[in-house]
């Protein structure tokens, strides 16, 4: 189980680096899934297949999938990887950068330290992950589903944008096209009565 936690992890780490670099969102939503697979993995290894099989379930399925609707929605092309080049420029890297070197030093300060102590995961059933979440995590649950929330308001806002933007000649607003009534006569686009019978 250790060395699949470790491979799993490295798979996560190399997955997730590789999200943040690629140009194409296709790509980077791919690596992504990688990622949240290997998570999952880690989790189980820690004793806690509850956690995994969420983190499959929810993450990298429903989320992943609804990341995906998005991406074909905004129909994100050549334009937006020249966008993406663009801002990729090596001084974008530095703060990342700096961050990740003290996270770094953290843990191989922690995993140096003499005093530390090996402890064996313990298996987490599902009934101890409800209780956590709606006692003493209510808040931060509360807090992730008004996060969702916008995120989904945000969503159908640029549908709706992006809808608005195609020309009404387009719906047959503006032509003369005919139309059958509710009576079955004939009414013009754009006149409300119907068409006199010959």
């Known amino acids: 189980m250790e060395a699949a ?8 780490v190399i997955s997730t680096l590789l999200t943040i670099t690629r140009l194409n969102p296709m790509h980077a939503l791919l690596y992504l899934v990688l990622s949240l697979l290997a998570v999952a993995v880690v989790f189980f290894t820690l004793g806690a297949p509850f956690i995994a099989a969420l983190e499959v379930i929810v993450y990298a399925g429903a989320i992943m999938v609804l990341f995906l ?11 937006t990887m020249s966008r993406e080049r663009a801002w990729l420029t090596p001084g974008i890297w530095v703060s990342p950068g700096i961050l990740s070197a003290v996270l770094l030093a953290e843990v191989v300060y ?3 330290r003499s005093d530390i102590q090996q402890t064996a995961g313990q298996l987490i059933t599902p009934k101890q992950v409800g209780i ?12 992730a589903s008004i996060l969702l929330l ?15 933007t195609i020309p009404e000649g ?29």
Do not use: C, I, T
């Open 150 to 164: 916008g995120g989904l308001v945000g969503a159908f806002h640029l549908g709706v944008r992006r809808q608005s």
């Open 170 to 198: 387009k719906h047959g607003v503006h032509s003369h096209d005919s139309r059958p009534a509710p009576g079955g006569d004939l009414v013009h686009a754009g006149d409300d009565r119907p068409a006199r019978q010959a």
């Open 132 to 143: 956590a979440l709606f006692g003493p995590y209510v808040l931060g649950v509360e807090l």
């Open 110 to 112: 922690l995993l140096s």
């Open 5 to 12: 936690f470790y491979v799993a992890g490295a798979v996560a």
């Open 69 to 79: 609707f998005v991406v074909m929605m905004l129909n994100l092309g050549e334009q």
